[in-house]
């Protein structure tokens, strides 16, 4: 009985969580799309501009478009290239999902923030209820991660082992394998796909999983490479395990 309505406790739990980083991501796109449609585009007018005049252009002029430009590109737009990228949202849905998650989560790269007054009244709410909502659902991944080391931790016990001796076993298994599953192997994943060094990925997946997210490195961002389709989701469901892994580790 006491099973059961756990169950469903945690399947409610995961439902309301992600839907709730579903519903954010789809209001977060909603409010700082078309913002951003307007920022690439001006940009593009102000590089067009340059193009014609940057002969004949005075200092001042001069010092003035090295400042938008600088502005443009702290706020996520790079003039370079054609038209096409006016086109590519930052906040399209798999972005804007991801962003949702580094929200929640506190990890907060930087790179992608809302500008609109709408996109940062609603961040500011949408963190002040996904918080708590993402600690509990961490907490919930996290017991049912030690259920596991408990069910390891008998097995060993069935096997005539001491029980100090299990403690530090399965707290040297749960190391072990959360470092190969967590950061080992994600940063092969991310050398290969970002093109990164092995060192790059393993700095990028300890500093995101801590939750420092300085923002110098970023997944799927990189231009002229290409990213498969569901890579961004992936990689927020490794964010989430990984996080869940973290907080147990801290816990055992």
Same mark, same amino acid.
């Given at each position: 009985?006491?099973?059961?309505?756990?169950?469903?406790?945690?399947?409610?739990?995961?439902? +309301?969580?992600?839907?709730?980083?579903?519903?954010?991501?789809?209001?977060?796109?909603? $409010?700082?799309?078309?913002?951003?449609?307007?920022?690439?585009?001006?940009?593009?007018?102000?590089?067009?501009?340059?193009?014609?005049?940057?002969?004949?252009?005075?200092?001042?002029?001069?010092?003035?478009? !090295?400042?938008?430009?600088?502005?443009?590109?702290? %706020?996520?737009?790079?003039?370079?290239? %054609?038209?096409?990228?006016?086109?590519?949202?930052?906040?399209?849905?798999?972005?804007?999902?991801?962003?949702?998650?580094?929200?929640?989560?506190?990890?907060?790269?930087?790179?992608?923030?809302?500008?609109?007054?709408? +996109?940062?009244?609603?961040?500011?709410? /949408?963190?002040?209820?996904?918080?708590?909502?993402?600690?509990?659902? $961490?907490?919930?991944?996290?017991? !049912?991660?030690?259920?596991?080391?408990?069910?390891?931790?008998?097995?060993?016990?069935?096997?005539?082992?001491?029980?100090?001796?299990?403690?530090?076993?399965?707290?040297? /298994?749960?190391?072990?394998?959360?470092?190969?599953?967590? $950061?080992?192997?994600?940063? $092969?994943?991310?050398?290969?796909?970002? +093109?990164?060094?092995?060192?790059? +990925?393993?700095?990028?997946? /300890?500093?995101?999983?801590?939750?420092?997210?300085?923002?110098?490195?970023?997944?799927?961002?990189?231009?002229?490479?290409?990213?498969?389709?569901?890579?961004?989701?992936?990689?927020?469901?490794?964010?989430?395990?990984?996080?869940?892994?973290?907080?147990?580790?801290?816990?055992?």
């Amino acid at each position: 009985e006491a099973m059961c309505s756990g169950k469903l406790q945690t399947g409610l739990l995961v439902a +309301g969580y992600f839907i709730y980083l579903l519903v954010g991501a789809a209001v977060f796109q909603a $409010l700082e799309r078309a913002a951003e449609k307007q920022e690439k585009m001006a940009a593009a007018q102000m590089k067009e501009a340059f193009l014609q005049n940057f002969t004949h252009l005075t200092v001042a002029e001069m010092e003035q478009f !090295m400042k938008n430009l600088t502005e443009a590109i702290q %706020n996520g737009v790079y003039p370079v290239g %054609n038209e096409s990228q006016i086109e590519d949202s930052n906040w399209d849905f798999s972005d804007s999902f991801f962003f949702a998650g580094t929200v929640v989560s506190t990890i907060g790269y930087g790179t992608l923030r809302p500008k609109t007054a709408g +996109g940062q009244i609603f961040c500011v709410f /949408f963190a002040l209820f996904g918080i708590p909502l993402n600690i509990v659902f $961490l907490h919930r991944v996290g017991k !049912m991660l030690s259920l596991l080391c408990k069910k390891l931790g008998k097995f060993l016990y069935e096997k005539g082992m001491r029980k100090k001796r299990i403690k530090s076993l399965t707290l040297l /298994f749960f190391l072990v394998t959360g470092i190969l599953v967590f $950061l080992c192997l994600p940063s $092969l994943f991310f050398q290969m796909t970002e +093109g990164w060094s092995y060192s790059e +990925g393993i700095y990028f997946a /300890f500093i995101t999983l801590s939750t420092i997210g300085f923002g110098d490195y970023v997944i799927g961002k990189q231009p002229g490479r290409n990213y498969f389709s569901y890579y961004r989701m992936l990689v927020a469901i490794w964010i989430l395990f990984g996080l869940a892994w973290i907080a147990l580790l801290f816990n055992l």
